[in-house]
């Protein structure tokens, strides 16, 4: 596929559940391989998911928080791997990546206070 935001070139695993499931899914609602699953567009899920939010009183969600929270918990379940976050979001530099996923202040104090003996 072509990633929209930056023309580039990328390839992907989708895990065989899903794909399984997005097959089934097609079947049972007749849906061509060459048509939208959800004929929506992206301006109307950013909508849907505001009146949400609104609705369950949280604010400062939108769609690309949930590209912020896959990134963060690709990176905390993959033993702090920087690199592979990098990878996956396709980022110039590892740096874009750590203030993409906002490596907290309160992390960076713990990491010196648990190892103030090294100092």
């Not at 992907?12 to 089934?24: A, H, M």
Request: proline share 3%; aromatic share 10%; glycine share 6%.
């Amino acid at each position: 596929m072509i990633e929209q935001k930056t023309s580039k070139q990328r390839e992907f695993t989708v895990p065989l559940v899903i794909q399984q499931y997005i097959e089934n899914y097609c079947l049972r609602n007749g849906i061509n391989k060459n048509e939208l699953l959800f004929p929506i567009s992206e301006r109307a899920v950013q909508k849907q998911l505001s009146i949400v939010c609104d609705a369950l009183g949280y604010e400062g969600i939108g769609t690309h928080s949930f590209r912020k929270w896959y990134a963060t918990e690709i990176y905390t379940q993959n033993g702090y791997d920087i690199t592979l976050v990098q990878r996956l979001l396709q980022h110039s530099s590892a740096a874009i990546t750590q203030r993409y996923i906002g490596i907290e202040p309160q992390r960076i104090e713990q990491a010196i206070q648990n190892n103030a003996q090294l100092l």
